[in-house]
């Protein structure tokens, strides 16, 4: 039997304490730039790929969308419901891989943020193949909009030295940061408390990727129409030229 992946253990017992880290606050903004995305249009279907606690599914429902969410974290949905149950919403949490979606031309938009699956894979292959999923999933003409690590960045720029500056304020610690030029990806130790209180070490490591490799990739799956931007939290824009400054990129892709 295969052991788990780095990402499958993370997210075992880490949604309390993953929805109070920095990069989780900044939803109302990210949906107030989804829905100028939609045209405010409530009739259109939305899909939450790696949803994790619900924050953007379930702030968009409340707005009076029809968002369908999952993700493969037990321990995410589980939070995702009990928010859902607070608020007084109806709202299914469904389980699945993002790599095998059973979905076929049901959505007119699909959300993949805060690295929800694509860049977390172990292959190039397999995060190709979320995508693939993905386009699956999505009616003709419809858009995807999704975030992912900015491979221009560490460049320019020591991934270490931005990773322990987010570790001032977060929980999770990053150590012994090392990029291959090869394959762009950053290997590093993962330290953080999960929310049983227990100090969990990871070896981890994720795919960066280059706006040109992301471009040729949604190509290859036929979309016409492709922008990437800068991903600033809680405040998408596409008024934000990417740099070689910005730690992660806003894609959005148009059938």
């Known amino acids: ?11 075992e017992n880490y949604a309390k304490t993953y929805e109070k880290e ?5 939803t109302d ?4 730039f989804i829905e ?10 939305i899909v939450g790929v790696g949803c994790g606690t619900g924050r953007h599914s379930i702030e968009l429902t409340k707005r009076g969308y029809s968002v369908t ?52 894979m172990e292959t190039d292959e397999m995060n190709f193949e979320i995508l693939k999923s993905v386009t699956k999933s999505l009616k003709d003409n419809a858009k995807v909009i999704f975030t992912t690590l900015n491979g221009l960045f560490p460049l320019f720029h020591s991934i270490e030295k931005f990773c ?19 394959t762009f990806r950053d290997f590093n130790i993962t ?9 969990i070490s990871l070896e981890c490591n994720e795919r960066y990727y280059v706006p040109s490799e992301i471009t040729w990739l949604l190509k290859s799956l036929r979309y016409k129409k492709i922008d990437i931007y800068s991903a600033k939290l809680g405040a998408f824009s596409r008024n934000d030229k990417l740099t070689t400054k910005d730690f992660e990129m806003l894609v959005i892709a148009e059938k």
């Open 1 to 11: 039997m295969n052991s788990k992946q780095w990402y499958e253990t993370l997210f």
């Open 22 to 26: 920095s990069f989780t606050q900044g």
């Open 29 to 32: 903004g990210e949906c107030d």
């Open 36 to 45: 100028q995305e939609l045209n405010h249009n409530k009739s259109l279907k």
């Open 69 to 120: 969410r999952f993700d493969f974290s037990e321990s995410q949905l589980a939070l995702a419901l009990e928010k859902t149950i607070k608020e007084n919403l109806t709202i299914s949490f469904l389980k699945h891989d993002a790599i095998d979606l059973p979905f076929n031309k049901e959505f007119d938009l699909a959300i993949m943020l805060c690295e929800g699956g694509f860049p977390l």
């Open 164 to 182: 322990s500056a987010i570790s001032n304020t977060d929980n999770a610690a990053y150590q012994t940061n090392s990029f291959d030029l090869m």
């Open 191 to 199: 330290k953080f408390v999960d929310d049983s209180g227990k100090t």
